[in-house]
């Protein structure tokens, strides 16, 4: 089953202003952690902002917020004040803690690729 | 620059050849991990090393074998290569089994024919 959903195959969003890349994922363990990843096309993956299940506060990374709803189980990464240099495909990310073989495990979404104009 | 260098960034093979994938990290991490990526997919983990000395399946194993040949160190030998396994390969590292950062090489893209 899959682990991690991204809806959006696919966002345009215009320079300078804000978006938003939803995530969904599946786990019953009540410790994971969420991860988001930046691929340009360069192809390198760049890491951008982690969330742990049990941090309180969403994380922030400059530009990079979580809107983390554990209830719901989402992890969306909101991008504020787009740049020409965002267009890439974005990767959101789960770890899992049990059984515990899982905790190096990273299981990705299928990715967004985010494309900003001018 | 310090961080994950894999060798080599571009493979061709044919059917049936073996080939090694190198990767080195400079960053004194415990846990490394070798992950493939397929066209409209995410990556999905091969194998992955918690620390020196251990090694570990990961969701797509088959066809692969790996190596911790010391801390700084971990490789990814394909033995019999099969046009399924055209993809790109990525070696990461992070600084403890379940660090909450996990470093990326550059890839490396192999083509089997």
């Known amino acids: 089953a899959q682990k991690i959903t991204q809806t959006q195959p696919g966002m345009f969003v215009q320079e300078k202003e804000a978006v938003t890349l939803d995530c969904t994922y599946d786990?019953?363990?009540?410790?994971?952690?969420l991860f988001w990843y930046k691929q340009p096309s360069s192809g390198e993956m760049i890491f951008l902002i982690y969330?742990?299940?049990?941090?309180?506060q969403n994380a922030t990374e400059g530009r990079y917020s979580l809107n983390f709803q554990k209830a719901r189980k989402s992890a969306n990464l909101v991008i504020s004040a787009s740049q020409l240099g965002d267009s890439a495909m974005y990767f959101c990310a789960m770890r899992e803690t049990s059984p515990p073989d899982s905790w190096g495990k990273l299981q990705f979404g299928a990715g967004t690729q985010v494309v900003v104009t001018p | 620059n310090a961080g994950v260098t894999q060798t080599p960034k571009f493979q061709v093979l044919k059917t049936g050849q073996s080939m090694t994938l190198q990767c080195a990290q400079d960053?004194?991490?415990?846990?490394m991990y070798w992950y493939r990526q397929d066209p409209g997919m995410g990556l999905r983990l091969i194998y992955y090393?918690?620390?020196?000395?251990?090694?570990d399946k990961g969701e797509v194993p088959n066809g692969y074998n790996v190596s911790r040949l010391n801390k700084r160190e971990f490789s990814l030998r394909l033995e019999s290569a099969a046009p399924s396994q055209t993809s790109v390969y990525f070696c990461?590292?992070?600084?403890?089994?379940?660090?909450?950062?996990?470093?990326f090489g550059q890839g490396t893209r192999l083509t089997v024919v």
């Open positions: 969330q742990g299940s049990y941090d309180q």
């Open positions: 990461a590292s992070s600084l403890k089994e379940g660090g909450t950062e996990a470093f």
């Open positions: 960053m004194n991490h415990n846990s």
């Open positions: 090393s918690a620390s020196e000395g251990t090694t």
């Open positions: 786990t019953s363990d009540p410790s994971y952690g």
